[in-house]
């Protein structure tokens, strides 16, 4: 490992060296090369096999990046919930140089950040990305470069660590149950509490919270990172366990509120939304969806063939009439003898 300059974590040591090679591994070259004229020990050998393997290795110059896993949660926005689009699965930033390197979810299935510490595929690394959407997030700037997609789902809930990320159309009511088992029964201890519309909840352990369409157990990584938080305004100090962030997306003076659909734009899709549709025309081949076509069509065609059927008969009428001849009576000279 020390040619390839890759590290690993503590408890990382027993990696089998067929899945680390496989991973590192970015091309393999195989050449045969022939037996020359030259007398050699060994008859019997035709040739040489050479196998080239080319391994991702880094730099001798390291650079220490921080890697975060971005997770846009959707929050209501103007009667619908919206959420950030096209941003980065994995960001890395580099704090002394200010650079940043970040991958998509498609990218980033080469990897495994948690194990070693270089990637097979690694994008290159930006150094100039003050004109991006994480930087005004990451410096409280007015979100102008942000864009934002529709999320239509109405239950959103993702593990981060010992918290869950909650976002729902509204608050609402649950009850939060403890559960204590004993030898002869189980005793329930329901809590009533109110649930944000876009929150940061922590479930103590042997805790159910049970809501209107969803319930959520503590989560699976009790021991897990701790939550870093940006501003220390996000947190609510009456209710540690819970976190409202759309409180903070509502009221927060710090975060500048990002016109995401301009008054024009929003006038324009009104104004579509208003509008009646056009008449759909319907095919010939559904004729029991429109009768009424189909009605003059047939009397169109049923005039069409009384008319053919009158003219056939008059005209065969008219060649079925006698001719009736008259003899006229002609007026002959006699001569005389």
């Known amino acids: 490992m020390s040619s390839t300059n890759v590290s690993f974590n503590a408890d990382s040591t027993s990696l089998p060296l067929v899945e680390l090679v496989s991973r590192l ?41 921080s890697l975060f896993e971005l997770l846009p949660i959707p929050f209501p926005y103007g009667g619908i919930r919206v959420r950030l689009a096209d941003m980065p699965y994995i960001a890395g930033f580099d704090s002394n140089n200010r650079n940043l390197i970040k991958w998509t979810k498609g990218e980033s299935t080469s990897c495994d950040f948690r194990t070693m510490s ?149 006038a324009i899709l009104d104004f579509i939304a208003k509008t009646p549709p056009p008449p759909v025309t319907l095919p010939i081949n559904h004729p029991h969806q429109h009768s009424f076509s189909c009605l003059v069509i047939a009397l169109v065609l049923i005039t069409l063939v009384l008319l053919g059927f009158l003219l056939y008969c008059h005209r065969a009428r008219k060649s079925a009439v006698p001719a009736i001849h008259f003899q006229l009576p002609t007026t002959r000279s006699t001569a005389s003898s």
Do not use: M
């Open 25 to 65: 591994l970015i091309q393999q070259h195989i050449n045969f090369l022939p037996r020359t004229n030259h007398p050699t020990v060994d008859d019997s050998i035709i040739g040489v096999l050479s196998i080239s393997s080319f391994f991702a290795a880094t730099t001798n110059k390291k650079t220490t990046f």
């Open 118 to 266: 270089v990637c097979r595929e690694t994008p290159p690394i930006i150094t100039d990305w003050n004109d991006t959407c994480i930087f005004q997030i990451l410096t409280d700037s007015t979100l102008s470069l942000c864009r934002t997609e529709q999320y239509r789902e109405l239950i959103f809930i993702h593990c981060i660590g010992k918290q869950w990320a909650i976002s729902i159309n509204s608050s609402t009511p649950c009850h939060s149950t403890f559960l204590s088992s004993t030898k002869q029964s189980y005793a329930f201890h329901n809590n009533l509490c109110t649930l944000p519309a876009v929150a940061l909840i922590t479930i103590p352990p042997h805790t159910v919270l049970i809501c209107d369409r969803f319930s959520i157990s503590a989560a699976p990584l009790p021991t897990g990172p701790s939550l870093s938080l940006l501003h220390s305004s996000i947190c609510n100090t009456s209710d540690t366990d819970t976190i409202d962030l759309y409180q903070h997306l509502s009221n927060s003076t710090r975060w500048p509120k990002l016109p995401y659909i301009s008054d024009n734009f929003q």
